[in-house]
């Protein structure tokens, strides 16, 4: 079988999807659609590789990708470059689109998988002279307040009936409730860790000084409201006489009012910027617990980043975290929006050490569970992608 695999955005789980079907001998194309300007995406990095429009190989040479995949022959890195997703080039770029269709369709796959949720997608379906496609959703409803999630290409797959593949059981059920849909056409399938973080040098960055005998725990991301960050610095101001070597890092892009109470706090190491990879990678070697107090989610990247190496999460109990973090296991659950009940969480493990290392274990033995192995996950994909092929019903599979 010989597959194509375009994504917009969502690298750090398509990346290892085509490793682990190329384990499984499969052939496998991948496009990965960005700027004429761009230089790395999450996960990955493409600085020497040429910068003009249409399909260009992507320079493994230069790429923290070449160890990844250099034993694999049956694999093919691409980038699709557009100008910028400005409004005033979106007629260039459909046109671009047509002929970069064509020439994909060309190459005679037996099934084309599309990953993302941009309006761009729509004319994807129109161009590829192809029947056998499906298509990937992260995002099937707006979980925050800014969020843009792009209903146009739900409203497309939807209405022609289209096969869809998402990521948690609250994306299907959602999909299900809001939208009329062929059910047997609906797959749920979960995404691994992200592992191509673990590629990246982090020995020229120097954010955080640690100091021996400390607790650093990590809040990072993009700063949105639903991420709690109030919640968080609530909580620490209970238990701060507690906890004096505590140290908090804050680290991402976003303007958060609560950043300027705690800005002259030496128990707070803010770092307010764009994260680069190497720089999401030394936060979580140098932390010891990474927090998501979120008040909404349907699946978090931060998990799949964080257990890359090994750090153990504190979450608020939402549906999509419960998937992957078993409380006492391989982190710790509290109650969403409870100043209270993420105190004592953080203070259990300010205190009690042998609970941290039994949680970093559990960690350990994560991607090793049926449901997040990657390996099982390509597959269950693989499945899916042959159903489609040879026109058979499916079985749905979470």
């Not at 493994?60 to 070449?66: D, G, P, R, T």
């Not at 609560?258 to 680069?276: A, G, P, R, S, V």
Request: glycine share 4%; aromatic share 12%; hydrophobic share 35%.
């Amino acid at each position: 079988m010989k597959i194509a695999l375009i994504a917009y955005n969502y690298s750090e789980s398509t990346l290892p999807l085509v490793k682990y079907l190329a384990e499984r001998n499969i052939d496998v194309d991948y496009y990965y659609i960005t700027s004429i300007k761009d230089k790395e995406s999450y996960a990955f990095d493409f600085k020497k590789t040429i910068s003009k429009l249409g399909i260009t190989p992507i320079n493994m040479e230069y790429s923290n990708l070449k160890l990844y995949y250099e034993k694999y022959t049956g694999i093919s890195l691409n980038l699709i470059r557009l100008f910028s997703r400005n409004k005033k080039y979106k007629f260039i770029n459909r046109i671009l689109l047509k002929f970069i269709s064509k020439k994909i369709s060309n190459n005679n796959y037996d099934i084309i998988n599309l990953v993302g949720q941009d309006d761009l997608f729509v004319y994807f379906h129109k161009y590829l002279k192809n029947e056998k496609i499906v298509h990937s959703l992260h995002e099937v409803a707006n979980h925050y307040v800014q969020q843009k999630t792009s209903f146009k290409i739900i409203d497309y797959l939807t209405d022609k009936g289209k096969h869809i593949i998402v990521h948690s059981n609250r994306s299907y059920n959602q999909l299900c409730e809001n939208y009329k849909l062929n059910k047997e056409k609906v797959y749920v399938v979960n995404f691994g860790l992200f592992e191509t973080y673990n590629l990246f040098n982090i020995n020229d960055i120097s954010l955080v000084k640690r100091e021996k005998g400390e607790l650093y725990i990590l809040f990072y991301g993009l700063l949105r409201k639903y991420k709690g960050l109030n919640t968080l610095i609530n909580a620490i101001s209970l238990i701060d006489h507690l906890t004096p070597d505590l140290r908090i890092i804050i680290a991402g892009q976003g303007d958060c009012d609560e950043l300027l109470d705690i800005n002259y706090n030496n128990k707070y190491i803010i770092i307010n910027k764009k994260l680069t990879n190497e720089e999401v990678a030394y936060l979580n070697v140098n932390s010891d617990v990474v927090l998501c107090p979120y008040t909404s989610a349907s699946q978090s990247g931060i998990v799949m980043t964080s257990f890359v190496f090994n750090r153990p999460i504190v979450a608020s109990s939402l549906e999509s975290f419960r998937d992957v973090i078993i409380d006492g296991e391989n982190g710790l659950l509290v109650e969403p929006g409870s100043t209270q009940s993420l105190a004592e969480a953080i203070l259990k493990l300010y205190n009690d050490k042998p609970t941290l290392k039994k949680l970093q274990k559990g960690v350990d033995n994560f991607s090793s569970s049926t449901d997040y192995n990657w390996d099982n996950i390509a597959l269950k994909t693989y499945n899916i992608y042959s159903n489609i092929v040879n026109g058979n019903n499916n079985q749905r599979m979470s």
